[in-house]
């Protein structure tokens, strides 16, 4: 063993939920197609054996490993890069975890949920073989929460709520309260990354071409009331899409046990949804 190759960093581990029941039931040529299809998109979202030349150059800036198996995905992002190197480990690896919100916001709009766990420690790969602490204790982070989300280990917290470069930003711009939130299951509290509030915090407002085109004919005050529909609208749709997902894959389970994972999720999204939107069309109610 080199110790070169071992590092120290972040690790996520998402789970496809209801993946290994769905190949179980696969009968067809179809099937299996579909199913093809659904891990693609998940790759995709993850960036796994990426296309896009941006993508894979921030990639090898990170030296961010992504990993796709049949029913999963393995992120690691160390704290030694290119990246760390000049900008230090706060920004560049909130900024990947970040990314992993946008990343499941991507899958439950195709309705595909996930679960996850993200942990730090350390990480060996060489070849064909990985050994890895935090690989290891970000799937059992996954395994102890049973709602559809990414949770983190008390370790990864810490070390980002803790971290000296947190001083730069000021009480309303703090990032931990923004990508962070908390989560009680059977008298225990987790965290977890908030990828609804994430997601909608990132939407735009443009919608068409036919509304660029309106935008840049217009007085500056509608360009505004232009820029603000636009927003709204993406928003409510957003949230809409969501919505009618959760509903739907509530009502294709007959297990008391994944229907409450979904009302866990319901609930999650009427919370943030509220923060964004008046539309009560937008409201996940089952």
């Known amino acids: 063993m080199d110790e070169k190759d071992i590092s120290v960093g972040v690790t996520a581990f998402i789970d496809i939920l209801g993946f290994g029941n769905k190949v179980l039931a696969a009968k067809s040529i179809?099937?299996?197609?579909e199913i093809h299809k659904d891990v693609k998109l998940i790759q995709d979202a993850f960036d796994f054996e990426t296309d896009d030349d941006l993508?894979?150059?921030v990639q090898e800036i990170h030296?961010?490993?992504?990993?796709a198996f049949s029913d999963c995905v393995v992120v690691n992002?160390?704290?030694e890069s290119d990246a760390t190197k000049y900008e230090g480990t706060f920004d560049p690896i909130m900024s990947e975890i970040t990314s992993f919100a946008y990343g499941q916001g991507i899958c439950c709009l195709n309705s595909l949920f996930i679960r996850g766990g993200l942990d730090?420690?350390?990480w060996y790969q060489k070849d064909a073989t990985l050994i890895s602490q935090s690989m290891v204790n970000a799937y059992k982070s996954?395994?102890?929460?049973?709602v559809p989300v990414i949770a983190l280990t008390d370790r990864v917290y810490d070390y980002f709520s803790k971290h000296s470069h947190r001083e730069y930003y000021s009480d309303d711009f703090d990032p931990i309260p923004r990508v962070f939130r908390t989560l009680e299951i059977n008298g225990k509290k987790h965290l977890y990354i908030d990828y609804v509030t994430i997601c909608l915090e990132a939407v735009g407002w443009q919608r068409s071409k036919e509304q660029l085109d309106e935008y840049r004919l217009s007085s500056p005050e509608d360009k505004d009331k232009i820029m603000n529909k636009g927003y709204r609208q993406?928003?409510?749709e957003w949230l809409k899409t969501h919505s009618?997902?959760?509903?739907r894959a509530h009502a294709d389970t007959n297990e008391d046990s994944v229907k409450e994972k979904y009302e866990w999720l319901a609930n999650y999204h009427n919370e943030i949804a509220n923060n964004f939107t008046r539309n009560q069309d937008c409201l996940c109610n089952i």
Do not use: C, H, Q, Y
């Not at 030296?63 to 990993?67: I, K, S």
């Open 30 to 33: 179809d099937d299996i197609k």
């Open 55 to 57: 993508t894979r150059e």
């Open 63 to 67: 030296r961010t490993t992504v990993l």
């Open 77 to 79: 992002i160390p704290l």
């Open 120 to 122: 730090l420690g350390w």
């Open 142 to 146: 996954e395994g102890a929460v049973s």
């Open 234 to 236: 993406n928003i409510d």
């Open 244 to 247: 009618e997902n959760i509903k």
